[in-house]
């Protein structure tokens, strides 16, 4: 498969003449989980507040002008939620996610970092495993933006030696969720690394469907996800009949997912060159018929030299 690296500059992260506020609670790492000192902790950017989760877990509530509303969990820096004005929820957590820390939050936008998939160190990396740093918030013509940051440390260390930085920028509008992934290498060595987003959308799985993928290489799990079998994705809309595992390489930067529940989803990025189709279909009979995956992913390494950045972007949106 092609394997690309993209090696630029660290981009600003922040907009001129915005409501801007630069005071944050930090989450402890590798702690357990802790209450704010108030439910609803008030911070000085419009449309940006702290709040108490699932089992007392820190998040950031994030409101539009529009109507629109996002929920990011500082453990695992995971979106769970993403309410468009007429109320639905376009995002899936599945009934069995725990939000103790003792695993992953299974639903909305897990990251997977440095590793996707298995390998060398746990499954899926271990950025979904540690707590992110609000460090930024702003707010522009209604639009609240929140920038998360995760570190190297103990943990990460004890499995992959390396120092980085990634910042995580999540953008609401009334009708997009948009996010930017930037990976920087503090280290004085280089290293590599694999990523993706591992997005839960709430779906009719026996009706959903996905277009964009047509002549895409492919790289299909099933029935043995060991030895992946390679192809050419033939079909113009590509649907979820069954237990779905397939990796589509070079994918292109627009997808558009039907959810089979009435909504159109637009999928646009940057840089993410891979994408990821996934349900688990019996192997998780109580869920599985509502959601489906489709991942934006960086199945090639990325190497990246001492001082040099990675970004990606992600931009779902709704008529």
């Known amino acids: 498969m092609a394997m690309v690296s993209m090696l630029i500059s660290l981009p600003t992260l922040t907009t001129p003449n ?10 402890p790492k590798r702690s357990s989980a802790m209450a704010l000192a108030s439910a609803n902790t008030e911070i000085a950017t419009t449309g940006v507040k ?16 529009g109507g629109s509303e996002a929920d990011i969990y500082l453990f695992g820096g995971c979106i769970t939620s993403w309410k468009v004005p007429n109320g639905r929820d376009l995002l899936f ?13 299974s639903g909305g936008v897990p990251h997977c970092f440095p590793q996707f998939g298995p390998g060398a160190i746990q499954q899926h990396g271990f950025a979904r495993n540690l707590d992110w740093s609000v460090i ?23 499995m992959w030696d390396f120092s980085f930085q990634a910042l995580y920028k999540v953008t609401l509008q009334t009708k ?16 590599s690394f694999s990523t993706a987003l591992h997005t839960y959308f709430h779906a009719s799985a026996q009706g959903a469907s996905v277009k964009g993928l047509k002549g895409c290489k492919t790289l ?8 992946p079998l390679e192809g050419t994705e033939e079909r113009d809309g590509v649907t979820f009949p069954g237990f779905v595992d397939c990796v589509y390489l070079e994918a292109p930067n627009e997808l558009h997912l039907d959810n089979g529940l009435g909504d159109i989803i637009s999928i646009k990025n940057t840089n993410w060159t891979d994408a990821v189709l996934w349900n688990p ?16 992913a960086k199945i090639g390494n990325v190497q990246l030299e001492p001082g ?12």
Not at 136 to 158: C, F, M, W
Not at 176 to 191: E, Y
Not at 308 to 319: G, M, V
């Open 281 to 296: 279909y019996l192997t998780m009979e109580a869920c599985y018929k509502d959601f489906v995956c489709v991942e934006n």
């Open 136 to 158: 930024d918030s702003e707010n522009v013509q209604g639009d609240p933006a929140i920038t998360l940051e995760l570190k190297d440390g103990e943990y990460s260390r004890s």
């Open 220 to 227: 299909n799990k099933d029935p043995d996800p060991k030895n």
């Open 308 to 319: 040099h950045t990675w970004t990606a972007t992600q931009h779902l949106s709704i008529n």
């Open 93 to 105: 957590v599945r009934p069995d996610a725990v939000f103790n820390k003792k695993k992953p939050i």
């Open 18 to 27: 915005s409501s801007r506020v630069n005071r944050y609670w930090q989450a």
């Open 50 to 65: 702290f709040a108490e989760g699932e089992e007392k877990l820190p998040k950031v509530v994030l409101t539009s002008a």
């Open 176 to 191: 997009s969720l948009s996010t930017v992934l930037v990976i920087k290498n503090t280290d004085s060595k280089p290293f």
